[in-house]
């Protein structure tokens, strides 16, 4: 079985901060990871994802993520936060390929 | 990334009337769709998962005769609420995929009111 657990269901960072989303997972198979973005009446825009390989991976936007397989984390990190980032952050985690099973969600807020 | 479109983006409807949600991908075989109900506030719960040509596999607790899906071809689902009511006034999302979720594709959501 997988799940997904986002620590903090609000982040509140300064324009040009560092950008800390955590997400920790849990599968008894190897997992896909991912992380996505929605802003709001939109649907999911993906910015990330880990499968194979590369444990550091990066996205779109200037985000990326590092897969800690030791820490079952999937934190994803953008150096220098911007006040188009603010938006809903989901992680998301698939054990097989053939289902997502998504963490509650992280609220960014940009503080000009 | 390949395109999934999702019509109408809003509907309202009148309690106990059915409404019908339509879910695209247009520029590439889904061979495999999802359809995920979202609450304000909360994660996405999936509601059911969809392959061309099949039944649609219902995750538990949801009502398969009242959230009807067809996946009819490869590039079209269909999400219909039957009978809706107020509380099922919500934020509907589709995803597609021509293989593993490691490939889908969401749309931009369907905003239902229903009252």
């Known amino acids: 079985a997988q799940s997904v657990t986002q620590l903090g269901s609000h982040v509140s960072v300064s324009e040009g901060a560092l950008v800390l989303l955590r997400c920790n997972y849990s599968?008894?198979?190897?997992?896909?990871l991912f992380w996505y973005v929605q802003y709001p009446n939109q649907g999911l825009q993906l910015l990330l994802k880990?499968?194979?390989?590369?444990?550091l991976v990066k996205g779109i936007n200037g985000f990326e993520a590092e897969f800690k397989k030791s820490e079952t984390s999937f934190h994803l990190t953008k150096p220098s936060a911007h006040m188009s980032d603010a938006a809903e952050y989901f992680c998301a985690v698939s054990g097989d390929g053939n289902q997502f099973y998504f963490g509650t969600g992280t609220s960014l807020t940009v503080i000009p | 990334g390949a395109v999934v479109s999702q019509h109408p983006s809003r509907v309202i409807c009148k309690s106990g009337t059915s409404v019908k949600i339509e879910c695209r991908s247009l520029?590439?075989?889904?061979?495999?769709m999802f359809w995920y109900r979202q609450f304000p506030k909360k994660s996405l719960m999936l509601m059911a998962t969809s392959n061309e040509g099949s039944k649609a596999t219902y995750e538990q607790g949801v009502e398969k005769d009242k959230f009807l899906i067809n996946h009819a071809s490869l590039t079209l689902s269909t999400l219909t609420v039957t009978s809706a009511h107020p509380e099922d006034s919500s934020f509907y999302i589709c995803?597609?995929?021509?293989?593993?979720?490691?490939?889908?594709?969401f749309g931009q959501g369907t905003r239902l009111t229903v009252v």
């Open positions: 880990y499968t194979t390989g590369a444990t």
């Open positions: 599968s008894s198979v190897p997992p896909y």
């Open positions: 520029d590439f075989q889904a061979t495999t």
């Open positions: 995803s597609a995929s021509a293989g593993r979720v490691t490939e889908a594709f």
